[in-house]
């Protein structure tokens, strides 16, 4: 069983900066990828960015450049640093580690950005 908590949330202006962070713990595979997804009201959960123990990177296009997404393995821990936040990055943010055959999700942290 895997548990993630998620921390780092918070209430910010526009163009200021947040960083979130996930801690994984339990029985956690090698190969792995963690992935920060986020949902808005009345909106569908969608994918931010995503990394794999190899260091393989992904973001949604809403986020490039503006996102960086990293981890520490040693500490099965992943990061988002989130710079330039925007109105529209108001939303949920959620933790979801997937090491076949296990997914788990985190409970989730509040991003507000007020304009």
């Known amino acids: 069983q895997v548990q993630l908590v998620e921390t780092g949330g918070g209430l910010v202006q526009a163009g200021d900066s947040l960083r979130l962070s996930c801690v994984a713990s339990?029985?956690?595979?090698?190969?792995?990828?963690m992935r920060w997804y986020r949902q808005a009201p009345g909106k569908q959960r969608g994918l931010v960015a995503s990394?794999?123990?190899?260091?393989?990177?992904a973001y949604a296009d809403s986020v490039k450049g503006r996102f960086t997404i990293s981890r520490d393995n040693a500490k099965n821990t992943v990061y988002l640093q989130m710079n330039s936040l925007k109105p529209e990055d108001t939303a949920v943010y959620y933790c979801?580690?997937?090491?076949?055959?296990?997914?788990?999700w985190g409970q989730g942290t509040q991003v507000t950005v007020s304009s």
């Open positions: 339990g029985s956690i595979s090698n190969f792995n990828i």
């Open positions: 990394i794999s123990t190899g260091g393989y990177i």
């Open positions: 979801n580690i997937v090491a076949s055959p296990v997914q788990a």
